[in-house]
């Protein structure tokens, strides 16, 4: 699947977002464009006033329509606020904004809400880097700092089922470590190897290998030069790294350095939620909304 493909899919969705502490500039540069893009509408929860800065971006009245602005007594009432608009069907996702990850997802996971399910929370991205000839999702960079094996099991389990939301009825996965044997002095390839032994068994629609290195992964020529024998070597979907920190570095030196561009969204919960940051582009913010749209 090509990340375009996503983007336009999520442009054609009907929903409506709960934007958790929004009054920032940067967000409300994002949810401008997916206004202006998009089908999408609205929900601006904040203890701030955001109207002026809103209408400093001249919409038309029929783009303002789209906007439903709600002032909140506190940052406490904001996240609660937001959370609760969706748990009674009033928005259908939630976006983050100037609010800590884990203090919104702590209220979305709250007993009082029926937003939890069984699943993992987990974080998931999706990638269109220049360089490689279609979508690549990796998972997970941000969420779970030092997950053990059957904490991966989820995760990828996770990767499964966002992959064939997106109509990717048999998704290529790689399992990542350094080496593509199992050696035992590397955890991260004792763990791939269980992994993939253990979605194998439960997933007859799945090619998932491990463990890989990274260039055996994306590159087939790499894989040939090795000598291993590998059905998605140069054509995954998706890669699962280790933990947090290899995670987080292959994430930043694909956007930094090689030009990708990304949407980030949380799953696990019974509705995606769009993860952003400030120092996201306005595009990226953008691609992560449209990203979440197609999950609903």
């Known amino acids: 699947m090509q990340f375009n493909e996503m983007i336009n899919k999520g442009q054609n969705i009907d929903a409506t977002i709960a934007v958790c502490k929004s009054n920032d500039e940067g967000i409300i540069k994002a949810i401008i ?45 904001t996240i609660s606020e937001c959370v609760r608009a969706v748990n009674e069907g009033t928005a259908n ?11 919104i997802l702590k209220e979305i996971l709250k007993d009082k809400y029926s937003l939890k399910t069984t699943q993992r929370i987990s974080h998931l991205s999706f990638f269109k880097i220049p360089t490689y000839h279609k979508m690549l999702a990796i998972s997970d960079v941000a969420m779970n700092i030092a997950p053990d094996v059957n904490q991966k099991i989820e995760i990828t389990e ?53 463990p890989l290195a990274f260039d055996a992964a994306i590159n087939k020529r790499a894989s040939i030069i090795k000598k291993i024998s590998s059905n998605v070597s140069g054509n995954i979907d998706a890669a699962i790294v280790p933990q947090i920190e290899s995670g987080n570095i292959l994430y930043k030196s694909l956007v930094y350095l090689a030009n990708a561009d990304v949407a980030s969204v949380i799953v696990g919960a019974k509705v995606p939620v769009i ?19 197609t999950l609903v």
């Open 275 to 293: 993860l952003t940051s400030r120092s996201d582009s306005s595009k990226d913010k953008f691609h992560s909304i449209c990203c979440a749209l």
């Open 93 to 103: 996702l939630i976006m983050k904004g100037l609010v800590s990850s884990s203090e």
């Open 33 to 77: 464009k997916c206004i202006k893009q998009t089908r999408a509408k609205f929900i601006l929860f904040d203890e701030e006033p955001q109207d002026e800065l809103i209408r400093s971006f001249n919409l038309s009245h029929e783009e303002f329509e789209k906007i439903k602005i709600v002032q909140t007594r506190d940052y406490e009432h």
């Open 158 to 210: 996770n990767v499964i089922s966002n992959l064939k939301k997106l109509g990717i009825d048999t998704p290529k996965i790689a399992v990542l470590s350094a080496i593509e044997t199992v050696n035992p002095k590397m955890q991260s390839s004792v763990d791939a190897k269980e992994i993939v032994d253990y979605i194998k068994k439960e997933n007859t629609d799945v090619e998932i290998e491990g």
